[in-house]
């Protein structure tokens, strides 16, 4: 048997990439029944009856449901600096649900040649200082910077409808020719142009351009381990009074005190704030 990726499905058709080369395949009946295999999984193959067959779907590293891919080596949260306006809330919050499944969260500021340098500064500030990487992006900007970090990896995209998250890859391999479109400026926001999930080969690396979208579910999320998946928080979880602290109105909370001397972002903690009092109402609802 030989190792290989599944990069797109359609139908019970797997396309796999294996030996540098791409091959349509069929899964065995047993597997549509148990653990059904889905873009990025690593599978093991054979050639039987003049076809390629997948036999096994190997460990998963990480999942996402929405888009639904395995393997991801981290997440591009694309977000415009104009036309939409950046939002500091929405970046957050996909910050927070990415990080509930251990995956590193990367920012990506689309169309940032549109606004001042003092501007761009301000929100790479806000995030580069905190320990995040962060990319800027524009037509008249170089896609070196974005390449490299693409390279050797597998990427998903996140972000709302029109913030150029095609637009991006395009840039960056025009033979890709995504379907973009431009913003409805009647309704402030783009229509969804990516119509199924694919790993597309892109800079030396591996890329799912996925449906956006305009909102979060955060409806099945646990407020405890959402309290102890988000990355600013990281270096003084364990360190509060009480074991179980959410890092709300405990007192001896290392988190808020942390907060209050400016070492951990007060834009992310009032985000997490808001995130937790959904949850909550959400629950009680």
Known sequence: MK????????????????????????????????????????????????????????????????????????????????????????VDRLIFLISLEGIKSVIVISKADLITKEAQNEIIQEYQTRGYQVVLTGQNLPTDPLENILKDKLSVLAGQSGVGKSSILNRINGELQLNTQAISKALGRGRHTTRHNQLYEIAGGWIADTPGFSSLDFSQVDVQMLAESIPDFAPYIGQCKYRNCLHLKEPGCKIKEAVENDAVSKIRYTNYVDVVKLIKEDTRG
Do not use: C
Request: hydrophobic share 40%; no cysteine; proline share 3%.
């Open 3 to 90: 190792k290989a990726r599944i990069t797109r499905i359609v139908s019970n058709h797997y396309t796999i990439y294996m030996d540098g080369e791409f091959h349509v395949a069929k899964a065995m009946g047993k597997l549509r029944l148990g653990q059904k295999p889905i873009v990025g999984d690593n599978v093991h193959v054979e050639f039987l009856e003049e076809q390629w067959v997948i036999q096994e779907v190997l460990e998963r590293e990480n999942h996402l449901i929405r888009p639904l891919v395995a393997n991801i080596d981290q997440t591009l949260i694309v977000m415009s600096a104009k036309e939409p306006d950046f939002s500091y809330t929405l």
